[in-house]
């Protein structure tokens, strides 16, 4: 009996640690399988389709907004062209009216240097707004103002074909203002219609000495003498010091004739 205890025990004990050592030698459970990598979707190609879109779109957008700047600007530029020439197309009506025939002349002929110059200006807006402003002053009589506002032009950035076209408008405006001013004078008709020619042809050497005859004899005004000035002072520099100089000799010389 006891002998028969003992063996199932020991038979036990065996299988037990039979058992504990298959445990032991098992290979541990297969780890989780590692995620698959995930298919590219079908629209993997959908994120640079969105840019490519995105870009276009923005160029779209830029190349309408640049017209529309440039629109704007072409705009601009015909309201500009439009004030100075309905000016100057003013100021050669009011011109015709007169009996001045040399007046007359010389309005339509400012008025085709006005336009030709003022198309030239294109995009020079500055410019633009000064010969306008100009153009308002002579419209007005402004005689004083317009002349120098004219002859500022020349600061506004010109190309040297544009200096030459605002000297010529400067030219005819000077001509214009000396014939409206000054052709009454009395006894001074040939002198004034000598600078009226001289200066209207761009000629300032040659108008000098009629043009100094009559600042010194003729009876003017303080605004008639300094309208003259303003006029002939940023082409012929120096002229009325020479005039007075010319004028004390003169007298010099009527004194030595008594």
Do not use: H
């Amino acid at each position: 009996m006891k002998l028969n205890l003992f063996l199932g025990a020991s038979i036990a004990s065996v299988a037990l640690l039979v058992g504990c050592g298959d445990s032991s030698n098992k290979p541990a459970a297969n780890p989780p399988a590692a995620p698959a990598t995930p298919a590219a979707p079908a629209a993997a190609g959908a994120p640079a389709a969105a840019v490519a879109e995105a870009k276009k779109v923005a160029t779209e957008v830029g190349t309408e907004t640049k017209k529309q700047v440039t629109q704007a600007a072409v705009d601009v530029q015909k309201q500009a062209t439009a004030a100075y020439q309905n000016l100057s197309s003013q100021l050669t009506t009011s011109l015709q009216s007169n009996s001045d025939s040399l007046l007359k002349n010389i309005g339509t002929d400012l008025g085709a240097r006005v336009t030709k110059f003022g198309e030239s200006l294109k995009t020079n807006e500055a410019a633009k707004a000064q010969l306008t402003s100009a153009m308002e002053s002579l419209l007005g009589k402004n005689d004083a103002q317009a002349v120098s506002g004219l002859g500022k032009l020349t600061d506004l950035k010109l190309t040297p074909d544009q200096t030459t076209l605002a000297k010529d408008v400067y030219n005819a405006a000077a001509a214009l203002v000396t014939q409206r001013n000054f052709s009454s004078l009395e006894g001074m008709n040939s002198e004034v219609g000598s600078v009226v020619n001289s200066v209207w042809k761009g000629n300032y050497s040659q108008a000098l000495p009629a043009l100094q005859k009559i600042y010194t004899q003729a009876n003017l005004t303080e605004p008639q003498k300094n309208l003259l000035g303003t006029t002939f002072d940023q082409y012929a520099p120096g002229w009325r010091e020479n005039a007075g100089k010319l004028q004390q000799g003169l007298n010099t010389l009527k004194g030595f004739t008594k």
